[in-house]
Nanobody
């Protein structure tokens, strides 16, 4: 089992950057593929990015490719989401998620563990 805690959210202006972190408990973090999702007010939760446990592969939502970058540091049990050129439509609660498998996925239902989320608000 793994517990996830997100941090790094906040209020920024359009065009600025933020880096989100997700710290995982447990010694088996390296066994988990990790993902980031987000949920805007009044909308369903949507996939943002995912990374394999060995850092060999990443996957992004098509609309976010080029602005967002997912990375991980297995020695620190942490996964990151670097978000650049933020837009008001990026405003959402951002969640990290983990699945105990080698395969990354865009599907919310494929992930076994979730953090509580961190709020990102982008003003225009």
């Amino acid at each position: 089992q793994v517990q996830l805690v997100e941090s790094g959210g906040g209020l920024v202006q359009a065009g600025e950057s933020l880096r989100l972190s997700c710290a995982a408990s447990g010694r088996t973090f390296r066994n988990y593929a990790m993902g980031w999702f987000r949920q805007a007010p009044g909308k369903d939760r949507e996939f943002v990015a995912a990374i394999t446990r060995s850092v060999t592969n990443t996957l992004y939502a098509d609309s976010l490719k080029g602005r967002f970058t997912i990375s991980r540091d297995n020695a620190k049990n942490t996964v990151y989401l670097q978000m650049n050129s933020l837009k008001p439509e990026d405003t959402a609660v951002y969640y990290c998620a983990a699945r105990n498998t080698i395969v990354i996925s865009r599907a919310e239902y494929d992930y076994d563990y979730w953090g509580q989320g961190t709020q990102v608000t982008v003003s225009s």
